[in-house]
């Protein structure tokens, strides 16, 4: 499975930006979908993660700023940020797991300037 994540950018404090990935190659039955998060100098933490019946949950950090959706017949999974806050720069990679199995994207750069 390969996963293709776009939509990062410089954005002002306060401002919105959406996440996508794509899954391609052998998707046979895709379970979680998730996003996580490496800020410079910190390690990666998870942000969000949605079921495949696409019941979401999500870090106390990004909870009501954040919405994590899924496209079962396209095995996308996006992540529209909202007011987003310095804190929120980071490289953000998208996860999938299948068949006990966890894929990792290359990742794409939000960065939010003050």
């Known amino acids: 499975v390969q996963l293709q994540a776009s939509g990062g950018g410089l954005v002002k404090e306060g401002g919105s930006l959406r996440l996508s990935c794509v899954a391609s190659g052998s998707v046979l039955s895709i379970t979680s979908m998730s996003w996580f998060r490496q800020a410079p100098g910190k390690e990666r933490e998870w942000v969000a993660i949605?079921?495949?019946?696409?019941?979401?949950t999500y870090a106390d950090s990004v909870k009501g700023r954040f919405t994590i959706s899924r496209d079962n017949a396209k095995n996308t999974v996006s992540l529209q940020m909202n007011s987003l806050k310095p804190e929120d720069t980071a490289v953000y990679y998208c996860n999938v797991v299948q068949l006990l199995m966890s894929y990792w994207g290359h990742g794409t750069k939000v960065t939010v300037s003050s």
């Open positions: 949605i079921t495949r019946s696409g019941r979401p």
